[in-house]
């Protein structure tokens, strides 16, 4: 199991990433309340439960790699996420800007970035809040007025639930609402330690890269090792489809199943991932070069397709631009400044 975990340590930080802390080698004491079975599971569940955080942290910063991918797939994608981020930053108040030309985003910018990703999980998360606030006011209201009708406690509130099922609903709303309000303050606190711990690392990296003359490397790195990565997982998804071809799983599918499921899993199936790799072929040649990439499936080399930085939008074509829906804010909004 510690082979396990240092083995996602090191793969967490290679992509790009940073642990949220160094692997813990020792389990500690075990818990006197255990049972004899559970003493002896005792070392097996602390290295679990190490593997099980930096699954999870690597799953957070894989998302955030598939939205920068997804927010820069196109030019005018791209054009309206810039927007989108910079009214964005003048909503919360933000005063420092971010970078979000890969070809020119160091360190601190990739780092930038991804705090304003996850900064903008909240607003949801507030919103839910409020209104599991206001029905719990309205579910307590309900349960005072049901409990002035009569005791509906042990046998009473058996009773009760056999013979006015409303009623008992009534009762057990306010708890049922209590508890969705723990579970999104729970999720906020998180969010908010996460946040936290963003800001931490970004000051780390601002010293640590305060006299490097070339911060971008380390950011190209990142994207390579994602892209080892992601055609690993590539070669598993379509090893897993040719097994279900030839078992007849997938027989009968049509087309508009098939691009719906790459919809709703992108990142779990063969087309989107190739989509993937394409992309970051085209965006970091070096990286298409240094894995041999000389030509794609429609006849055209990398280096024939230029990058998003080497493309520049007509006017004609800004003013015509279709609604996007921002990931950072929950209007649609024209593209109309410049960040």
Partial sequence: ??????KKYNELKEMGSRPSREIDPNPGPCPPSKSYIDKGYHVRDHWGREVGRLRDETARWLDFR????????????????????HRYRQKKRISWAVELQLDRQT????????????LQKRDPLDKELEQANQELKLAKDRTRQTERNGPAEGFAKRCLKAQK???????????RTQEQQHDVNTRLEQLDALLEWITGQAAKIATEYAHATDSGRDVLK????????????LQVKQD?????WRRGWTKGRTETEEKRDDLLYPKERVRPIKALLAWIEREFPKIAAQYGIRKQRNGKSAQERPPLSQLQPSKGKLKNLFYLRSPYVGVNEYPNEHT
Avoid: C, I
């Fill in 240 to 244: 897993q489809e040719d097994e279900w």
């Fill in 222 to 233: 990142g994207w390579e090792k994602y892209y080892a990565y992601m055609r690993e997982r």
């Fill in 165 to 175: 099922p409303d009623t008992f609903e009534q009762l057990n709303g306010a708890e």
């Fill in 1 to 6: 199991m510690w082979q396990l975990a240092n």
């Fill in 107 to 118: 360190k601190l910018d990739e780092w930038g970035e991804y705090y304003l990703y996850e």
């Fill in 66 to 85: 598939w939205h920068q991918f997804k927010m820069r797939e196109s030019l005018v994608t791209f054009m309206k996420y810039k927007q989108a981020v």
